[in-house]
């Protein structure tokens, strides 16, 4: 099925840094999500973005709804060793008959202590 | 709450047995979901309903079985399946009909074919 260009495909980080993740899409959405996915677990929705150039933040995490529709991005700051974990987005167009989901192909971070 | 619960954790089945998953939401959302997923991959839509009636199959063999008995319960039933089946089946579910149709997913239940 169609999947989301999401980059990049493994960060390996120190403890502290910064960390930027982006999403692109050939077609538009009017939704993006960002969800963490821990090993053998479901993936847990961090942040849910709306508008076109919206920017909102979720603790040390922020993402953006970028103004084309086409792309957002996901900033963590100060990183720590729990924001391990494979990050997917996925873009949606609420309002159908059904809510569906297109993912990204997901960003795996590694935090070194 | 937003919490979407699944049983159960691991399921260790043969090709020839009869099996099956269950997925519980009492968040009021009617749209619930059914995914696949294998390691390192993102999730796979398998099924959706909405309202209690099936409005998606992404052509899904026969062998999985989807049946929704009311608006908190979804099961996925299992039957012959292959060891190419094996992999985390995730339940998920959302509202409807308003902004905000975010799906919130289970844990997921580990599924091995041997």
């Known amino acids: 099925g169609q999947q989301l260009n999401q980059s990049p495909q493994s960060m390996f980080i120190q403890e502290g840094e910064d960390v930027s993740m982006n999403c692109t899409s050939s077609s538009i959405f009017n939704t993006w999500l960002w969800y963490k996915q821990d090993p053998g677990e479901g993936p847990v929705l961090l942040i849910a973005?709306?508008?076109?150039?919206e920017l909102t933040s979720n603790g040390r995490l922020t993402a953006q709804f970028g103004i084309t529709r086409k792309d957002s991005f996901l900033n963590i700051s100060a990183s720590i060793p729990s924001d391990v974990g494979i990050y997917f987005c996925?873009?949606?167009?609420?309002?159908?008959?059904?809510?569906?989901?297109?993912f990204g192909t997901g960003t795996l971070l590694a935090v070194q202590p | 709450d937003t919490e979407v619960t699944q049983t159960p954790k691991h399921l260790v089945m043969g090709m020839t047995n009869k099996k099956s998953l269950k997925c519980e939401q009492h968040?009021?959302?009617?749209?619930m979901y059914w995914y696949k997923q294998k390691a390192k991959k993102p999730p796979e839509l398998m099924f959706v309903y909405s309202y209690e009636k099936l409005s998606i199959n992404e052509s899904v063999p026969s062998r999985f079985s989807p049946e929704c008995p009311n608006s908190s319960l979804l099961n996925l039933h299992l039957h012959a399946l292959q060891p190419e089946d094996s992999a985390l089946y995730l339940c998920?579910?959302?509202?409807?009909?308003?902004?905000?149709?975010?799906?919130?997913f289970g844990p997921g239940t580990r599924l091995t074919v041997t």
């Open positions: 973005l709306y508008k076109a150039g």
């Open positions: 996925a873009g949606m167009n609420y309002g159908g008959a059904t809510n569906k989901l297109i």
């Open positions: 998920a579910s959302s509202p409807r009909g308003v902004q905000g149709n975010e799906q919130y």
């Open positions: 968040m009021g959302h009617r749209a």
